[in-house]
């Protein structure tokens, strides 16, 4: 049977070009304005045994916005934490999401505590809403695992 989990991405980016320098310094950016080791997170669905796969779901700023993807997710790069929502719920609300482009401004904003777009998401906010968390624009990477795991350390 499929688990369905959060996974938020801890790992640093290789700058080994011009793309990934650009998306390291946005990776670092986030980290250093939320107080925590996250800068990215997906909700993610366990394939098939033995496969170490997961069929992810977010609001991606390198994909461009909301998008399903094919991915490992290694703990020495992510932490996972499990969830308490169906494969169904997840599958409902990427199909009444997806293509939806991805809110730099939005991501911008939970620093400055300013809501911006209603039609586009950045990833915390795609994953908070997705399971019914109410304001979910107010959620960085790091602030959502606080809450997900009842940490405040």
């Known amino acids: 049977m499929s688990k369905v989990v959060i996974a938020f991405y801890k790992h640093k980016r290789e700058r080994n070009s011009v793309k990934n320098t650009l998306f390291r310094f946005f990776d670092?950016?986030?980290?250093?304005?939320?107080?925590?080791?996250?800068?990215?997170?997906?909700?993610?669905?366990?394939?098939?045994?033995p496969s170490k796969?997961?069929?992810?779901?977010?609001?991606?700023?390198?994909?461009?916005?909301?998008?399903?993807?094919?991915?490992?997710?290694p703990p020495e790069r992510w932490d996972l934490v499990e969830l308490e929502i169906s494969l169904e719920e997840v599958i409902a609300f990427f199909e009444k999401t997806k293509g939806l482009k991805y809110d730099l401004i939005g991501a911008l904003g939970v620093v400055?505590?300013?809501?911006?777009?209603?039609?586009?998401?950045?990833?915390?906010e795609w994953c908070a809403e997705c399971l019914g968390i109410d304001k979910p624009y107010?959620?960085?990477p790091n602030s959502l695992y606080k809450h997900l795991t009842n940490s405040h350390g």
């Open 53 to 73: 796969m997961y069929t992810c779901f977010s609001a991606s700023n390198r994909d461009g916005g909301v998008r399903k993807k094919i991915m490992e997710l």
């Open 28 to 49: 670092d950016a986030i980290k250093f304005f939320t107080h925590g080791p996250y800068s990215h997170c997906e909700i993610a669905i366990s394939n098939p045994q």
């Open 112 to 124: 400055l505590r300013i809501r911006d777009s209603k039609t586009k998401y950045f990833c915390s």
């Open 138 to 140: 107010r959620f960085s």
